[in-house]
């Protein structure tokens, strides 16, 4: 367990340990520089929202909503190839630009069966869509073909946690998937 004794953010069956509610909000930026091309791009936005509220000891629900995948990118061709043809230039490069991604939004919750053994549920739905921009530059006249990609998909987690003695437990988890991403 990460967050507390006996108890992790990432893993439903331990959320009614808590002994109080818990709203995490995550932040978060990347930045990616590579020098032998000169190339820059850098992205932030939410990482996650969660909301735990434990129901006395007993059992907890869940809420969060977070990133499954990102995918944003830029990328510009440098170089220009030349054409000479019927007594003129013509200039092309291309460039790629694709945004957007796939989000998670999950609900969970947690039951003790017994003093020792604890179990817990997590639903997750896939959503989103992602833009991609093909451009080709020929001289200074664009062309841009654009295309758009739903995405929608569930699965579902079931953990549990078994505490063997006082300080050792072990912790299972299996995943499902109900509707395959598409």
Do not use: C
């Not at 032998?36 to 869940?62: C, E, V």
Request: cysteine-free; aromatic content about 16%.
């Amino acid at each position: 367990p990460s967050f507390k004794n006996k108890a992790s953010l990432n893993n439903p069956s331990t959320w009614h340990s808590l002994s109080y509610t818990v709203l995490s909000l995550s932040y978060s930026g990347n930045h990616n520089y590579q020098l032998d091309q000169n190339i820059r791009n850098g992205y932030s936005g939410l990482s996650k929202a969660q909301l735990i509220i434990p129901i006395k000891l007993f059992s907890s629900i869940g809420f969060e909503i977070s990133p499954y995948v990102n995918s944003m990118y830029s990328a510009i061709d440098s170089s220009k190839i030349r054409y000479y043809t019927f007594r003129d230039t013509i200039e092309l490069r291309e460039q790629i630009d694709r945004s957007g991604g796939i989000m998670n939004f999950n609900f969970a919750f947690s039951l003790k069966v017994i003093n020792s053994f604890n179990i817990g549920l997590r639903y997750n739905y896939l959503f989103g869509s992602s833009r991609q921009n093909n451009i080709s530059y020929i001289n200074s006249d664009a062309f841009i073909n654009t295309f758009r990609s739903k995405y929608e998909g569930s699965f579902l987690e079931i953990f549990s946690n078994y505490e063997l003695l006082k300080n050792t437990s072990i912790y299972f988890k299996i995943k499902k998937t109900i509707k395959p991403l598409n």
